[in-house]
């Protein structure tokens, strides 16, 4: 069993920060590829950043130079500091990672999903 638990969500102004946290747990031998996804209400779920198990990232281009994506892989943990906010960042937040248990290919996994609502 994988799990990936998700926390840093909440209600925030314009300009401000958050920084959400993803932990995965379980029988994981390897994580490749972890990521922030997110879905605004009548959109559809949108890759925000990736950051790869060598260290390399890359962001959509709304939140570029404002989100920054890191990793803890001791802790197969990964971060998303969320800087100067806008109104439009706001939306449910899922977690990503492409994990790959024992005896098993890849696969990918999800977090619950955590709320980000910015206020003007």
């Known amino acids: 069993q994988v799990q990936l638990v998700e926390s840093g969500g909440g209600l925030v102004q314009a300009g401000g920060s958050l ?3 993803c932990a ?3 029988s994981i031998v ?3 590829e972890m990521g922030w996804y997110r879905q605004a209400p009548g959109k559809q779920r949108e890759l925000v950043a990736v950051i790869t198990s060598g260290g390399t990232s890359d962001y ?3 939140v570029k130079g404002r989100f920054t994506i890191s990793r803890d892989y001791a802790n197969y943990t990964v971060y ?4 100067s906010l806008k109104p439009e960042d706001t939306a449910v937040y899922y977690c990503q990672a492409r994990i790959r248990k024992r005896w098993q290919a890849f696969n990918d ?3 619950q999903g955590t709320q980000v609502t910015v206020s003007s």
């Open 80 to 83: 998303l500091q969320m800087n």
């Open 30 to 32: 390897s994580i490749a």
């Open 60 to 62: 959509t281009d709304s």
């Open 19 to 21: 920084r959400l946290s």
């Open 109 to 111: 996994y999800w977090g």
């Open 24 to 26: 995965a747990s379980g």
